[in-house]
């Protein structure tokens, strides 16, 4: 079959096993550890394509470092929705039909417990000594993260209802601990707020929640002293569940802008819900950070006018180049203990796929990374002063930047001592490179040319101890 899809949405049918990446440049000699990256990496079981970008199989990416060497691992998770790919039977998760999302519906429809994919396509942790790949249906995959050979399902120590959650956990380092959250549905739907600690794998409630609608919810973020979660009025719609065509958690999704955005701060060790204000109607991703000062609640997060970018990711679309939907915006809440918002902007270009350095996760931050968005043909890596709002950028021609990892360097002083990681599809070359940049100033110091061009992915994580 001819691929005449866009580059980044067209599937890669190789693997390759700890391969040499030519570099250009000088990797630091200091950077020694592993970036695994998960996302999409096939769309297509013989003449079937998904519809949703997010349904693609999941394939892991290991980009690991060494005394200024980069070498190179990609593996498709080997699950029950690869095997079914393999079999000619496609089962997507979020806009497509399939055993994914479409058995959510009907547990929906019947009140039984659903079987829910085990496609974790989305993201990367580490809980108890195993490396774990994440998506948002209640189901983990354990690997190998030497060799990203599948190790099979993992399951946490409890019995913590979900039917939705969290592929988005935050790493708090300063607390030794993970945080997420699930969603039950329900006729008193809740969102379950949890922590697991550093060797654990028991999920610790901190809150249940009750939820309007519930809400689709992709990402939360930590202070020292609180968990928020941002509840946009993008609902999944239990009578839209009902209708017997609707086969994807896209055919759900119902956008109420009339109930506005509840943001939900939650005491981190009481689980008392000590905030819940309404803003205006707005859509998000992703968080970047939070933290708390002597009277406030600082959120930054990537900010949407509304959720037609979540329809905008299907293939149909994407094939036709990339969506014109509204640019998102890097925005603060400041939240007040009478419960008030202030809303303001901190970067006037596009921004996604947004990180702070992890040391600052739940503190206060200066520099958030992420992708800039509105260049014409390509991505671009903004570094954005949250401080005095002033931004830096790198961008190429024909370069479409992923999620940026911010790495410090060992002893640094300063929060952006240290390295940024970007995988980067370059469309004239139809190669993926990995790009290293310094954090301070955003030059590019490294380039390493990888084997092939990987489609679009996700999200990662960089491991000191790989």
Same mark, same amino acid.
């Given at each position: ?255 109420? *802008?009339?109930?506005?955005? !509840? ?5 981190? +060790?009481? #689980?008392?819900?000590? $905030?819940?204000? /309404? ?124 999620? *940026?990892?911010?790495?410090? !360097? ?5 929060? +952006?001592? #240290?390295?940024?990681? $970007?995988?980067? /599809? ?41």
């Amino acid at each position: 079959m001819t691929e005449t899809h866009s580059p980044g949405f067209h599937s890669l049918r190789t693997e390759v096993s700890d391969e040499t990446a030519p570099v250009e440049g000088t990797v630091p000699a200091w950077l020694s550890g592993t970036l695994i990256r998960n996302g999409p990496g096939r769309f297509e079981s013989g003449d079937e394509r998904v519809n949703h970008w997010f349904d693609g199989l999941a394939m892991l990416r290991r980009y690991s470092f060494e005394d200024g060497t980069v070498s190179y691992t990609n593996r498709f998770l080997r699950t029950e929705a690869y095997a079914d790919a393999q079999s000619g039977n496609l089962s997507g998760q979020f806009g497509t039909d399939g055993g994914g999302w479409r058995r959510v519906l009907a547990w929906v429809r019947s009140l039984g417990p659903p079987t829910p994919t085990d496609n974790a396509n989305v993201h990367v942790a580490r809980f108890d000594g195993e490396y774990v790949a994440l998506t948002e249906a209640p189901r983990r995959v354990a690997f190998d993260p030497e060799t990203l050979e599948t190790r099979g399902d993992f399951s946490f120590a409890d019995n913590l209802p979900e039917h939705i959650t969290a592929a988005h956990l935050v790493d708090d380092p300063n607390h030794e601990e993970w945080v997420g959250f699930t969603t039950e549905f329900g006729l008193s739907p809740q969102y379950h707020v949890y922590r697991v600690s550093r060797g654990s794998r028991r999920r610790e409630v901190i809150a249940s929640i009750d939820a309007r609608g519930p809400a689709y919810i992709h990402d939360c973020s930590v202070t020292d002293s609180h968990v928020i979660l941002v509840e946009s009025p993008l609902v999944l719609s239990v009578w839209r569940a009902l209708a017997p065509w609707n086969e994807g958690v896209t055919d759900l999704l119902d956008w109420r *802008p009339d109930q506005r955005t !509840r943001i939900l701060v939650v005491d981190r +060790d009481t #689980g008392n819900l000590v $905030a819940d204000p /309404l803003v205006d109607a707005a859509f998000t991703f992703h968080h970047v950070n939070a933290y708390a000062d002597d009277e406030h609640v600082i959120l930054d997060l990537i900010e949407f006018p509304d959720a037609s970018i979540v329809g905008a990711m299907s293939l149909a679309d994407l094939d036709g180049g990339f969506p014109a939907v509204p640019d998102a915006a890097l925005t603060r809440y400041r939240i007040s203990p009478d419960g008030s918002v202030e809303r303001s902007r901190l970067y006037d270009g596009g921004m996604e796929l947004p990180r702070v350095a992890r040391t600052v996760v739940g503190r206060e931050h200066r520099y958030a990374y992420g992708q800039a968005t509105d260049r014409e043909g390509a991505n671009g890596l903004v570094k954005v002063d949250c401080q005095n709002g002033t931004a830096r950028e790198w961008w190429e021609r024909g370069v479409y930047i992923e999620e *940026p990892i911010p790495v410090r !360097r060992p002893d640094a002083e300063s929060e +952006d001592d #240290g390295v940024v990681l $970007a995988t980067a /599809l370059d469309s004239e070359r139809d190669r993926t490179v990995l790009l290293v940049f310094d954090a301070a100033t955003l030059e590019l110091l490294a380039r390493a040319t990888l084997p092939h061009a990987e489609p679009f992915g996700f999200h990662g994580r960089y491991f000191d101890e790989l």
